[in-house]
């Protein structure tokens, strides 16, 4: 079946790190990658998503690549802030637009000023 | 754009009882919603598929019978915690997807306490 792995938190910097969060993934075909972001008394929120190998994600700074030889997704920010603090889950769906998603346990990000 | 609201935000009830949770798609139609639930520190994990007219598509290892699913129009669907115990207790949360694009909007979830 499906799995996404991502790194357990929380992960604590300091405002105007580099920020790297793991997502590894298990999945048959060729599944869409997603991340969400949930901030604090809110619903998930799409981040980015990239739907086929070599497809780079970007939005708010955030940057992840699909890479399908070593089946990753990694989140990266070069300058984390303040405001960047929240919970970011790596998700893939594997099938067509109509499916669920798969989700790892999300990734608790706390950013110090 | 594409709001996802749930009611209640927060529910307590006695063992026994039946909750329903609902889901709505304040700003656009939506042909297909999801139902997940999270357990603390684990990933969310899908427990229905729900399409407006017809009957949802659980997934294995949900009871259909305790999680009763009803998808009446394009805009609301609901879940029904029947007969809840304490290990239903959770928190549950809707998706909806925007006809066309497939991209899931996310309600804030609710949190469901069975005493």
């Known amino acids: 079946g499906n799995s996404v792995t991502q790194m357990e938190g929380p992960v604590t910097l300091s405002e105007e790190a580099f920020l790297t969060i793991n997502c590894t993934y298990t999945?048959?075909?060729?599944?869409?990658l997603f991340w969400y972001v949930q901030y604090p008394g809110e619903g998930l929120q799409l981040l980015l998503k990239?739907?086929?190998?070599?497809d780079k994600g970007s939005n708010k700074g955030f940057e992840a690549t699909y890479r399908k030889e070593t089946t990753s997704f990694h989140l990266e920010k070069g300058s984390v802030q303040v405001s960047d603090s929240a919970v970011y889950f790596c998700?893939?769906?594997?099938?067509?637009?109509?499916?669920?998603?798969?989700f790892g346990k999300g990734t608790h990000l706390i950013i110090q000023p | 754009g594409a709001v996802v609201s749930q009611h209640p935000s927060r529910v307590i009830c006695k063992s026994g009882t039946s909750v329903k949770i609902e889901c709505r798609s304040l700003?656009?139609?939506?042909?297909?919603m999801f139902w997940y639930r999270q357990f603390p520190k684990k990933s969310l994990m899908l427990m229905a598929t729900?399409?407006?007219?017809?009957?949802?598509?659980?997934e294995q290892g949900v009871e259909k019978d305790k999680f009763l699913i009803n998808h009446a129009s394009l805009t609301l669907s609901t879940l029904t915690v029947t007969s809840a115990h304490p290990e239903d207790s959770s928190f549950y949360i809707c998706?909806?997807?925007?006809?066309?694009?497939?991209?899931?909007?996310f309600g804030p979830g609710t949190r469901l306490t069975v005493t």
């Open positions: 998706s909806a997807t925007l006809a066309g694009t497939y991209e899931q909007y």
């Open positions: 729900s399409n407006e007219g017809s009957k949802a598509t659980y």
């Open positions: 990239a739907t086929k190998a070599d």
């Open positions: 700003d656009f139609q939506a042909t297909t």
């Open positions: 998700a893939l769906r594997s099938g067509g637009g109509a499916d669920g998603l798969t």
């Open positions: 999945a048959t075909g060729y599944p869409s």
